[in-house]
């Protein structure tokens, strides 16, 4: 093997490598954005509303990453976030913080089960099965809050919860962003260090190569759908704990951008490659580009077109770059 | 015979339908350890199913299944892996996305404990992967850590084989085991095939070419249209009359249950 194909190789790996991409991506923007604003957009203050965005966002991306990597989808992600933040707020003054807290994630995770048992049981494609409870539970949202919002008491405020699950403040930031980069860390081991993490990959490339071998394949599905409906319902948790109340459209549309920060974020949409860092960072550079319309005045609505922009040229961008490198290799 | 003096694995009036399709209709056939048996049929005669009930991906609508002298109630491939029923298929068997070590250990996948928590092994891993890779002759510049999505199909296949050989195993069933290889390769795995057999593995052989595997096989069993017509001792017919009885298998004795 000649040293130019050799380095032809690890060009190849290093481009195969999900999160190649959106690190640069990122590193790109944040220089860019920087400059642009001449430091506005990088300065503490709007740091803050960023890395807190990116906190709620990243988490429910994780979740997201989780199913995608299954070859899966969840686009209900929105509206458990929006049931998590509301359960939480309306059952903390009666049952405590805590407690609360427990049954928002509860309640996530059933949705979650409910989502994967209409997807291995009822065989309803997860795009549809999940559209169906995006709508249900947000309807749900609308009626719980009849057009009000549910606040958090001076109780609620001054307890040890409301300021472990996003309340408390260091060096002015929010502690959320501290749980999302726990959670990065501890689901990048999962998947790619563990038994689990390698059947998880193993289904999303294959799931008939997975099932040869031994791998439940339903069941695996199953979970990652509880993980992600109790990831979201903890990232409205986070959220409502920063902003102190939350009404029927909290978290709406919040489910595109999640998806959307996978994709970024180098997890293929075919399912078997993801990466934790990388949909985490997404989050963070679409806030960013969120923020940096904002800074510029531009028409909020014109970041909704962005999006999907975003999201056709990531998986032509993504092909394009796997078809070169194939190529070249 | 296993030390009850029972066959290794035993079906029995073995029906299997999907939804108004018979594939396979009141099979009965007995496997001993230490054999090597040539599973035989046309395209669509029932070969892949009966093997995919034995392998735990299908469970029967009718018929009972033994395993060494006991019942088997519940079909899963992981229940297969663990009794030591390998079967190596052409499709499937390994994940394009993932490393050769990663795939060599999918479902039974060694592991520390770091605070209790269980890490995978890669270490354990990549030495075993690396092993069987050198033993069967890959290209010296394949890695453990190579995607499979990089390898040729007699890579691939090598990989299998080699998995299979490396875990201890009971049963070692080849679904079109030679196919898309070069005579090389294809010789290889039939010598294989035998040195299974004769460390006392039941070895389930199966293909469309009975000519490759007369030469090799203890049995020859012949399936068509879902039905059993033929279980014969290799040494009893020529391959000659054994495809005679292939070409005509589904228009004497089958067609009749058929009709």
Known sequence: ?329 | MTTNGAPLVRMENIDLRFGRFEALKHVSVDFDAGELVGLVGDNGAGKTTLIRVLSGLYTPTNGRVFFDGKEITYFHPKLAIELGIETIQQAVGLCENLSIARNFYLGREPVRHVLGLPFLDFTKMRDDSRKVLHDFGLRANVGADDEVSLLSGGERQSIKIGRSVAFKNRVIIMDEPTNHLSVREREHVNHLALQLRDQGLLVIYITHDIFQVHKIADRIVILENGVKIADVKSGEMTSDELEQIIREGGRTGASQEVA
């Open chain 1, 1 to 329: 093997m000649s040293a130019q194909t050799a380095s032809r190789l690890e060009l190849f790996q290093l481009v195969k490598r999900p999160a190649t991409s959106v690190i640069v991506f990122t590193a790109v923007i944040v220089v860019v954005f920087s400059v642009q604003t001449s430091g506005t957009w990088i300065s503490q203050a709007n740091m803050t509303s960023v890395l807190q965005a990116s906190a709620t966002l990243g988490i429910m991306a994780l979740g997201e990453a989780l199913v995608i990597t299954a070859r899966e989808i969840d686009i209900s992600v929105g509206s458990i976030f929006g049931i998590g933040a509301l359960v939480y707020l309306g059952s903390a003054s009666t049952i405590g913080a805590f407690p609360a807290v427990i049954l928002a994630l509860i309640c996530g995770g059933a949705i979650g089960a409910f989502n994967g048992l209409l997807v291995t049981r009822f065989k309803v494609s997860a795009l549809i099965a999940t559209l169906g409870t995006l709508f249900i539970f947000r309807g749900i949202c609308y009626a719980l809050t009849e057009g009000f919002s549910f606040t958090a008491g001076d109780q609620l405020r001054q307890s040890v919860a409301y300021a472990i699950f996003g309340g408390y403040e260091f060096f002015g930031y929010k502690d959320s962003i501290l749980w999302l980069i726990a959670m990065v860390v501890v689901l990048h081991a999962v998947v790619f260090a563990t038994p689990f993490g390698n059947r998880l990959l193993a289904l999303g490339g294959n799931d008939a190569s997975a099932l040869s071998r031994g791998v439940h394949v339903t069941a695996m599905k199953w979970q990652v759908f509880v993980l992600s409906g109790i990831l979201a319902a903890f990232a409205g948790v986070l959220e409502a704990s920063k902003i102190g109340f939350a009404d029927g459209s909290f978290g709406r549309l919040e489910e595109l951008q999640a998806i959307a920060a996978c994709v970024i974020g180098g997890c293929l949409l075919t399912g078997g490659r993801c990466s934790m860092v990388g949909a985490a960072l997404g989050a963070f550079a679409l806030t960013g580009i969120q923020s940096f319309l904002v800074l510029n005045s531009v028409q909020p609505q014109w970041f909704n077109v962005l999006l999907g922009v975003i999201i056709v040229v990531a998986l032509i961008g993504d092909k394009a770059l796997h078809a070169w490198a194939l190529r070249r290799s």
